[in-house]
């Protein structure tokens, strides 16, 4: 498919960490099928990094490639640099998106995010459990 | 690596002897048909002998006939070429929610002009109703226009009830038969219509050449100003190799329509049993009965269409979808949505359009590659695996 670079199909035919974590630390779902595109990190935290990612997708050629990516980038990270991901910065791996394209690239950093907001979340509850 | 075309619904292949017939047409006969000397004439000829070929297709006269640029300048011309010169009548147009957006736009510019548009739904078979068609019709309406058949679910409309009704309250009826003309036997005479638009790539022709048929006596504006080239109603020296290739398109499809269709049918009715039978959770879209022979429309579930187009393209399967990641605008197909279709279903929207060339073994191709690509794809979405925990 000439519209997408090398390393998007490559990922779209090969994508990496596919599949669900079995009780998850943390779970980011973003998008939608109406809009065509709905995505479900799962995530597993050890010492404050990223010990597994795992994703399923809905979506197209690029929205499967971005989610690929994204957990390919997230692995082994700690919790905040996973913050830092950027749409543009996973888009980059790529070696870049159709323009009609770019709003995949948003929601896999979106749910990467939304996974770790989650965990501190679910974190932050069993810490006031602790206190009581 | 086998590659097989299953896109007849997007173009198709030029046969050899269109091809044939083109080729004097780009250099030995180049002239000009304008122009009143040798080259010219031979020019002339061609064309004029190709607007009777066109004509015979469709069971109109050639005079009748105006070549075009393409199916979407003959639905533009009609729409906008007959609203602007019937307004002083009324100023209220009457379309389809399904039609091409060669129509569709064309009417919604229209609207920006002052226009009144009027859309008439489809049942879930993609079909109109004409009593939905009558109950729009009003004191102002100038035109009605409803497609012959939809390229994308194969649905063919009762044109020859729509026209009945418009005769009766006067009112223009064009019909988009870009879909049918030269693929399903079409007369104008039976339909009863007073335009119809056909592009001659849809049945083995070239592109760049459309027609408009206009019924002897209906005004039209034409869009394109200049010479008097098609009795003035569509200035611009003619693209005279595309035109012989249209008439001569026109020529076999008239002539081998009933061993074709015969063959189209048998391919599309074993993808229409066999799909369903070999993948769950697959819905068929279009009507049952009537539908265009080479249509096999699908949607599978719980995945997306163009990651299934990306994946069997890798097997050299070509074929089309309505999903919203294959449209650059990134909606779903207005079809699938005016059929009550929900949006994540329309997503798995898949379009199989076989042509003359295609084979038995081409089936059986799509049902080998097709169903390990959806497994894969499934085991990675997570509609599917939140089907598998609770069900729809």
Known sequence: ?132 | MKKVYLDNVSTTRLTVEVRQAMLPYFDENFGNPSCVHEWGDIAKEGIESARNQVAQLIGGTAEEIIFTGSGTESNNFAIKGLALAHQKKGKHIIISAIEHFSVLHSAKTLGKWGFDVSLVPVDKYGLVDPEDVRRRIRKDTILVSIMHANSEVGTIEPIEHISQITKESEVILHTDAIATAGTIPVNVQKLGVDALSLASNQFYGPKGAGALWLRQGVRINPLIDGGVQEDGRRAGTENVPAIIGSGKAAELAYDSMTTRIEHLVNLRDRLLSEIPSTIDHVVITGHPKHRLPGNASFCIEFIEGEAMLMLLNSKGIAITSGSACTSRALKASHVLIAMSIPHAIAQGSLLFGFGIDNSSEDVDYVLEVLPPIVEKLRQMSPLYSKFLKRGK
């Open chain 1, 1 to 132: 498919m000439a519209i997408y670079s090398e390393r998007v199909m490559e990922h779209f035919m090969n994508p990496r960490n596919v599949g669900e974590i079995e009780n998850p630390d943390g779970i980011g779902e973003v998008g939608n099928p109406i809009c065509g595109d709905m995505m479900t990190f799962y995530i597993k935290v050890k010492d404050n990094r990223l010990d597994d990612v795992k994703f399923k997708t809905f979506g197209c050629g690029a929205a499967i490639a971005v989610s690929s990516m994204a957990s390919e980038m997230a692995k082994g990270k700690t919790l905040d640099e996973v913050m830092k991901i950027t749409p543009e910065l996973v888009a980059d791996e790529l070696d870049g998106l159709p323009k009609q394209k770019l709003h995949c690239s948003n929601l896999g950093a979106q749910a990467l995010h939304k996974a770790i907001e989650n965990y501190r979340e679910n974190h932050k509850k069993g810490k006031d459990n602790d206190r009581e």
